[in-house]
């Protein structure tokens, strides 16, 4: 297989077979991000994708899982989408889950019983970049959706049967925006209720709008103390129904967390206001070990 690089997958599927059916990202237009602004978005050819499948299916014991690559998998038609996932689990036998990202709108964009029936063909669990609650963030970073889709978007998804994977982004909101995006993004997750959430740390990356920005002085970037107590708000705000996995473990994040809500919610919330208070007990990454 040949790959069209970048190539990007969640930290999660690390032991994924990667299999690119679509290049780019369907919305390739947010400030902060970089990681497909190289790539003009395309669906790839169902000739493309098969070829893949068969040098892949040429050794396809311990392929467990599959992950659709580039940006949104949900972008193809569901016709398409049900053939290849029928083909993935035909041609690998041990197969147990297939995942790709989601967009918002391309959720948005499918009915109902079009999720169900690419659900119940097998793609199991969708990556979805919440990022931000906050209706003016989100226009800011031209994320494409206000808070309501957003959520409309999520709770379809569940609906659908699928696992929902949600990231946000702590410090999108810069300086001023502190409070407001963690108080804004509890409230769409708890109205969501993901089943997974992941917080990264915003990490602006060069050739981006939000790098631009900063640049100028036109963003302020929060320091390592007001990233965790923005988190902490973030935290202590959460209120998941059922059980949801917390991670915070990313290359971005400046204290490792990991914890299981609503259980955890309360130690979690504490952990991270011992850390802001009395930061000398702590060792935080170094901005020389963060990255994406």
């Known amino acids: 297989m040949k790959y069209d690089m970048p190539l990007f997958r969640p930290p ?147 609906e659908a049967g699928f696992e929902l994977s949600v990231t946000v982004l702590t410090g999108l909101g810069g300086k001023d925006k502190s409070l407001e995006n963690a108080v804004d993004t509890a409230a769409v997750l708890n109205s969501m209720q993901p089943d997974y959430v992941g917080a990264l740390t915003l990490t602006p990356t060069p050739n981006t709008a939000l790098y631009s920005k900063m640049k100028k002085g036109e963003f302020q970037l929060l320091d390592p103390l007001e990233n965790l107590q923005e988190l902490k708000w973030l935290v202590e705000r959460l209120d998941m129904s059922e059980s949801c996995l917390f991670r915070c473990n990313h290359a971005s994040n400046y204290l490792p967390l990991r914890g299981t809500l609503p259980q955890d919610r309360d130690k979690l919330a504490g952990l991270l206001a011992d850390v802001v208070e009395n930061p000398n007990r702590y060792r935080l990454k170094p901005e020389s070990m963060r990255g994406l």
């Not at 014991?61 to 193809?76: Q, S």
């Not at 290849?84 to 690998?92: C, I, N, V």
């Not at 995942?99 to 969708?126: F, M, N, V």
């Open 12 to 158: 999660s599927e690390a032991f994924s077979l990667i299999l690119q059916v679509t290049l780019g990202c369907s919305h390739n237009a947010c400030t902060f991000c970089g990681m497909y602004k190289m790539k003009k978005f395309r669906v790839r050819e169902w000739p493309e994708i098969e070829k893949d499948i068969n040098e892949a299916a040429a050794f396809p014991e311990g392929v467990e899982r599959i992950f659709l690559a580039d940006g949104n998998a949900l972008a193809l038609e569901t016709e398409m989408l049900e053939n290849l996932l029928g083909r993935l689990y035909q041609s690998f036998p041990d197969l147990k889950r297939v995942t790709s990202y989601a967009g918002p709108r391309d959720l948005l964009g499918k009915s109902l019983e079009e999720l169900k029936r690419i659900r119940e063909s097998g793609l199991k669990l969708l990556y979805l970049g919440v990022e931000s609650g906050s209706a003016s963030i989100l226009e800011e970073v031209n994320k494409g959706v206000s808070p309501d889709e957003m959520v409309e978007a999520g709770r379809r998804a569940k």
